[in-house]
């Protein structure tokens, strides 16, 4: 019965995220957009693009979900388990691929305006506004890499 166990667990599907940061008055702040279902603060983040280096895809979901413009660093940052919510109800395990994404501008419309809200929050209010543990767990052992 042992050997079974993993015969029942579905691998996890693969997303890429943008950890968007920009200086603040107190230290970075890092970009938060809510959940069109549930409006729980996440970082952008989307499936990947085909034909498109990860780190591209970065930048694309920062644009569509919050307009920000942005240069992504091409290697990831880290990564961190999460579950994506489907229109069917479905909850699929993820593993979310992080890129560093540095400010540059944030456009006035982008495909999701008046889908998400936006904020921009220092790195200590970003951890407590995000819900996902995996996700303050990965900002809180990140938080030297902003700088």
């Known amino acids: 019965m042992r050997g079974l166990g993993g015969l029942f667990v579905k691998p996890a599907r693969l997303q890429i995220a943008a950890l968007c940061y920009r200086p603040g008055e107190s230290g970075p702040e890092i970009l938060v957009v809510s959940t069109r279902g549930t409006g729980r603060w996440i970082l952008p983040k989307g499936w990947p693009e085909k034909n498109k280096p990860a780190f591209e895809t970065a930048t694309i979901e920062a644009y569509e979900e919050a307009g920000v413009v942005g240069t992504a660093d091409p290697r990831p940052i880290g990564s961190f388990r999460s579950f994506k919510g489907l229109s069917s ?59």
């Open 89 to 147: 109800g479905l909850k699929i395990r993820t593993k979310v691929i992080v890129f560093k994404v540095k400010f540059e501008e944030q456009l006035e419309t982008f495909p999701e305006i008046g889908q998400r809200k936006c904020a921009w929050l220092p790195l200590s209010e970003a951890m407590d506004a995000v819900e996902e543990n995996n996700l303050k767990r990965f900002l809180h052992r990140h938080q030297s890499d902003l700088t």
